[in-house]
């Protein structure tokens, strides 16, 4: 009998591979074979993982809307003594994903939770981007409501961390639209299908990222890996500039030409006039 198997009423969670099925760890191999039962995001894709590192377990599903239900289930069972394994369709379960509900209702009751390390998308997204990995945040996946995927974006704007988000094909170009708009033109890299036969990386700006991407059909899961934001010029240090690099100040930032002369002559207390005439003049 194996460490893991003395640790009767326990919940294991246990990453699994995000493409590359050699990902998976010994340890993560280890759990499965010895755990009473495993709950699963979509059991039929997780039986083909199963299957083909040869492991027959009893299988219940848990997903965003049975969450409730089977939660209570699956630690009901565990609290009679049997070990558990909770995965995810790919990566590391609770991770954007239903199993933090579980996670959470087994503190509640008192069941141990283990963690099994292995792969996480986001983090091997950042890793390889070029960008800041000293301070990030993680901020998921974008809502569809183009409302609440703003106010999300809205919220992170002036975060001086790097960000990372998750993005299905399908919403990359509105989300990289988005993301332009809000946050002007920054270094993004992009991570596509991850340990995967099409794996791509690729480091860029978000201009040149929308710009790409209105032509080309995005493939794949993705990952977006954003510098974090500049830190804000104090409004005496913008007036110290000459006029047109306060001017470009913020058409960097991307913001419009028109609306960077407004702010501009916002800052210097003159009329936004008498700004567009002296920097057309000087161009």
Do not use: W
Not at 21 to 35: C, G, Q, S
Not at 45 to 70: D, V
Not at 209 to 219: G, L, R, T
Not at 225 to 235: F, H, L, Y
């Amino acid at each position: 009998m194996t460490d893991e198997q003395q640790k009767p009423g326990v919940l294991y969670l246990v990453a699994t591979p995000i493409g590359n099925l050699e990902d998976i760890t010994y340890r993560a191999v280890k759990v499965l074979n010895e755990v009473d039962f495993i709950a699963a995001e979509d059991t039929r894709h997780s039986l083909k993982l199963l299957n083909h590192l040869g492991i027959a377990k009893p299988m219940t599903s848990y997903f965003e809307h049975n969450i409730r239900q089977k939660g209570e289930y699956i630690t009901e069972k565990i609290l009679a003594g049997e070990t558990a394994a909770l995965i995810s369709d790919a990566g590391t379960p609770a991770i954007s994903d239903p199993g933090e509900d579980l996670v959470r209702l087994c503190h509640e009751k008192g069941i141990r939770v283990i963690p099994i390390p292995g792969a996480v998308a986001g983090i091997n997204a950042l890793i390889c981007s070029g960008l800041s990995t000293s301070r990030f945040s993680f901020e998921g996946f974008l809502s569809v409501n183009k409302k609440s995927r703003l106010d999300h974006l809205m919220s992170v704007k002036d975060s001086p961390y790097t960000l990372i988000f998750y993005e299905a094909p399908h919403k990359l170009q509105n989300t990289l639209k988005d993301m332009l708009e809000t946050f002007g033109d920054r270094d993004i890299t992009i991570a596509r299908e991850l340990t995967k036969k099409y794996e791509e990386i690729i480091p860029t700006t978000l201009r040149q990222a929308k710009e790409y991407y209105s032509s080309n059909e995005p493939k794949g899961e993705y990952v977006l890996v954003i510098s974090g934001a500049e830190p804000v010029k104090a409004e005496n240090e913008l007036n110290a500039l000459n006029l047109l690099d306060h001017l470009s100040f913020y058409i960097n930032q991307g913001i419009e030409k028109k609306e960077a002369i407004k702010k501009v002559a916002q800052d210097r207390g003159v009329s936004r006039r008498e700004i567009y005439n002296q920097t057309m003049k000087k161009e």
